[in-house]
Structure formats: structure tokens, C-alpha cells
């Protein structure tokens, strides 16, 4: 059952309990661009305690360096190693699990975030922005020559989404060897103003074609829980992972052992923690926002 | 267990036992615009002996007119009134089983077919070729006004597929009561020159986004049949169905109490009817192609 909190005795014995705090970034700290109220103040709070914050997040439209740029415009404090994106832990996963050699490359059906973060990790890819594949002009296999050295698709949130970049994907996917990796699954994406498809529907006509499941780099699965391991030090036991998501921020905290506090300023809904049919993932501890934490300052 | 048909005795005893044929087209008839060896024979020697010939097909890009043309640029005898589209079945759901007044608007993703068709029952519609639906720009809801009439949407392969699309899509079917329909739910497209994601993989972002299926409308479900009979009279017992996908064509005859005949020159292999681990969807007959049948000419 998970505990709800609301006294100050409840928060205050929260925050004496866990020295890492990670966050999940949309329905958070932030609802598209507007600020949950208070949680700058909880971080900087977070931040004089001498806690640990790090930002763990499947938003792959941003590479780390243009996500912090964010943080910066809405005045939240955060530095690049603290944040920890979907598009940079599938470059990751790409270069230290696969081992892609330099002449291999990645079919990219997303955006310059995980283009910017495989270039980072020196992969080289194709698709993605590249204007030949941002069209809505028709596709014909018959004037396509595919490029031999590609060996995974990588997907994420595509907004420029389109049947070429859906078509070149499939045509790669169904040729022997090649890895299917998505950045995520999230079905939707939340905005300020309501909910768009997320990075899961962009895969989506991938999947469906194929008839197969892409490996999912970000929350729940337990390769960004890596990518934090490989740079920061901390013990499960004393980090909380905070996150508006059930079957992605609260699954993530629970597969790594981790505390989980879930927040109702995004996508969960109290009913499904505390109604009469509650999911079958049960955080720790439930708020109604990071902004609560206040109550301690 | 599947009677491979191979002599002329058998292709004489298979003619003999039925009036009323229906054939798909894609991978049947032609792939993309080569036609199957012999198929236009077939189907002349057919109407020589007095048989009906009915075309039946999931391919919504194009309404029966336009379709029609592709019959006549390949030199295949056809008449508007043989052929059963997606988009035409569609568009008589909506009017004889919705029953929508004429103030309700359908939201299309899908092609000028199923405009067409749409136009031809008097249904109103919003998006498909629409040039403000058909872009690659950032799409906000801020900056949306959702159309208050709209009361269904409905999917079909549409190869200028787009987020604002889906996007403008899932809002709508977010909207309690509003109907949820595809043409057809095929996952891949067949080409002369390979496959490409069908209609399934264009509906699936909004498929996945919702976490809810549509109604599909083409071949297996009944509906088309229920289409066909209001047009032709014709005795199950004695009639075929001719196609090349197991799961749509093979289905939909065997759904209808409809004899049925697989060829292999399209989507299906033989091993998945004689090999060790076969489908559960049985075909009565199969031959190589339709053009085998050119052995009692």
C-alpha cells in the first residue's frame, strides 16, 4: 500500500531518508513549459541539504546540452552531468553494449537529440533530420538504394514523422542482424496543453509492420539506471526516485531497487493508486506535488 | 488440411462448383503495377463461362472510380459496380450503421480514395488531403481549435502520414462517443519492388497513443460481405473467394461461409499452410497463382 503523504513530519522524514534524489523532468518539475509551483524551491532546498538531484528523463528530443538550456530558461538549477536523457543512454548503450564499430551506422526515426547525442559518442547515423527523409512526398523502394552499413534503427519522439523514414526503417528492420532499439515507450507526451502521441506511437507503424518489439532504452528498463551507475556513486537504498508515471518512473525506481515517490501533477491519476481497481504498481509514497516539500522550508 | 490444386481435372472440378468469385487484387490479380502472369485470361475465361466476377479489396487509397482506372491501364476487364473497396464499405458503415446526420464530420487519416468515397454518400469530413493536415510543422494544441462536429474517425493507409495528423486524430478520439474506425488493418503493403507499412502501421500511433483498437471495416470483418450482398445476389455455397493473406482474404471467406482459394504470389508462403508449423487459417484450395488456371483455356 502506498503511503500518502502530507504532514511535515511525513516530508521531513522523507527527505532525512534518501541523499539521492532523481526526478523525472515533464509532469515534475514542469508540465510542457510551465513550472510545477514550487519546485524550484524544493530543489534549491534539496540542494543545501547537501543532496545528490539528478534528472532522469525519456524525453529524446533533446540532447542533454539543449535540455539543460531548458532548465536554464524556466530558472531551474541543473548541469549537463546531472541529467540523464533516453537519447543519451541508447548512444550509450549503442557504442558500450553493441559495440558498434565506426563503420557501422543507426537509421534514426526521431530528432536532433539523438542525433546530437550519437555524434557525441562518435556513431554515425542517417535519417533523422536529414531533409530527404522530412518529406511528404510519396516513397517508391524502387528508386531507394538502402546503405548496406546500417545496423540498428534507433526510434524515438519523431514530430517530422512521415511513411519515407517509417518505410527506409521497416525495409532495414527486415533485413537479418539488424538491432531494433527505441529511446522509449511512452505512449503519449504531455504538454501544457494536453496530451500528444508519444514516443511508443512513433514506433508504432514500425512495430505493427514488423511484428516486433524494439528493446526500449529509457524508464522502466533498466539500462538508464546503468548510464547513472557508470557517472554518479549511490546506494539504492538510500535514493528515491520521484515520477508522475507508473509503468515508467515508478517501475524504473522499483526494478533498481529503488524508493519511489509518485507525484499527481502528471499523467497518474490518485484513482489508480488509491481507487478501487489500483494498478499493480504501487509506489512507496504518493504526493500530490514536488511543490508539497515546501512545507519543510 | 489444404487441397493443393495442380492438374487440369482439378482446376475443371474447382470452376464447375463456382458461380460468384471474388478476388482481391493486390498480390492476386497484380503486385504494385505488373500484372500476374495469365491473370487477365483467367478472369475472361471466367465471364465466357457466365461467371460473376467481383473485386474485393482492403486498398482504401483509392475509391472505386479511381481504382477502376487501375484496371483499365493494366487491361483488366472491371466495372465500378464489381468492385468492393475499404473506403467504400467505410463510408456505408457510416451511413446505414451510424446513421450520421449531416451535421456530424468525420476526421480522415487516410487518401483521396477514401474521400471520394466518403463525398459519394453525402459524409461530410475534415483532414485526409487537407494541405493545413498534410505538413511537417511543430503542431501545438495551443494553437488548435478542435472541430465540435466531429464524431468519428477513420484510418487508412495514408502515405503522408504526419504527427499533426495523429495528433489532431488522438484529440478527437479522446472526446467521449467519438467512433474509431480503419478501413482495413493489413500491416504491410505489398509493392512490386518489396513491402512497405500498410494501413494497420498507419493507424498504429493513434492505436498506441489510445491504448484502444478501432473498428476495421475491410476484409476479414463481415462488413464488406454485408456490402457486397446489398449489391449482388450470390449463393455462398457456390462461391469463391480468391486471395493471397491468410489473415484478411482466407478469413474474410471463411467468415462469410464462403469457399476460398489461397495463391501464393503474394503476402503468404507455402510453408505457412504445408510446413511443419502451419496456420490455423486453413484455406480450402491453394495453387501457385491465378494464372494457373489458364490450363483449361
Redesign the interface.
Known amino acids: 500500500m502506498a503511503q500518502r503523504l502530507s504532514t511535515d513530519a511525513h516530508y521531513k522524514t522523507l527527505v532525512d531518508q534518501y541523499d539521492t534524489w532523481l526526478f523525472d523532468c515533464d509532469g515534475v518539475l514542469w508540465e510542457g513549459t510551465r513550472l510545477i509551483p514550487g519546485a524550484v524551491d524544493v530543489l534549491a532546498y534539496l540542494r543545501k541539504l547537501g543532496k545528490s538531484v539528478l534528472f532522469v528523463t525519456n524525453n529524446a528530443t533533446q540532447s542533454r546540452v539543449s535540455y539543460k538550456a531548458k532548465f536554464d530558461k524556466l530558472g531551474v538549477e541543473a548541469h549537463v552531468d546531472e541529467i540523464f536523457g533516453s537519447a543519451f543512454a541508447a548512444a550509450v548503450y549503442i557504442s558500450t553494449v553493441l559495440k558498434f564499430p565506426k563503420d557501422k551506422k543507426v537509421f534514426v526515426v526521431g530528432m536532433s537529440g539523438i542525433e546530437e547525442e550519437l555524434r557525441e559518442e562518435g556513431i554515425s547515423f542517417l535519417g533523422g533530420t536529414d531533409p530527404a527523409d522530412?518529406?511528404?512526398a510519396?516513397?517508391?523502394?524502387?528508386h531507394w538504394t538502402p546503405d548496406p552499413a546500417v545496423g540498428a534503427v534507433l526510434c524515438g519522439l519523431?514530430?517530422?514523422?512521415?511513411?519515407t523514414k517509417?518505410?527506409k526503417a521497416?525495409?532495414y528492420l527486415?533485413r537479418p542482424g539488424t538491432e531494433f532499439l527505441a529511446t522509449n515507450s511512452d505512449?503519449?507526451y504531455p504538454?501544457?496543453?494536453?496530451?500528444?502521441?508519444?514516443a511508443?506511437?512513433?514506433a508504432?507503424?514500425?512495430?505493427?509492420?514488423l511484428?516486433r518489439q524494439p528493446l526500449s532504452i529509457g524508464k522502466p528498463a533498466g539500462t538508464m539506471l546503468e548510464c547513472i551507475k557508470a557517472k554518479h556513486d549511490f546506494d539504492p537504498k538510500r535514493t528515491i526516485m520521484v515520477g508522475d508515471r507508473l509503468n515508467t518512473d515508478i517501475e524504473f525506481g522499483k526494478n533498481g531497487g529503488l524508493a519511489t515517490l509518485l507525484v499527481l501533477t502528471g499523467i497518474t491519476k490518485e484513482h489508480e493508486v488509491f481507487g478501487p481497481n489500483p494498478s499493480p504498481t504501487v509506489p512507496d509514497f504518493v504526493t500530490q506535488s514536488i511543490g508539497d516539500l515546501r512545507a519543510l522550508i
Open positions: 522530412n518529406t511528404l510519396p516513397f517508391s523502394l524502387e519523431d514530430t517530422a514523422m512521415n511513411y517509417m518505410s521497416f525495409q527486415l505512449s503519449t504538454t501544457a496543453h494536453g496530451l500528444l502521441p508519444g511508443g506511437a512513433c508504432a507503424p514500425i512495430i505493427t509492420a511484428g
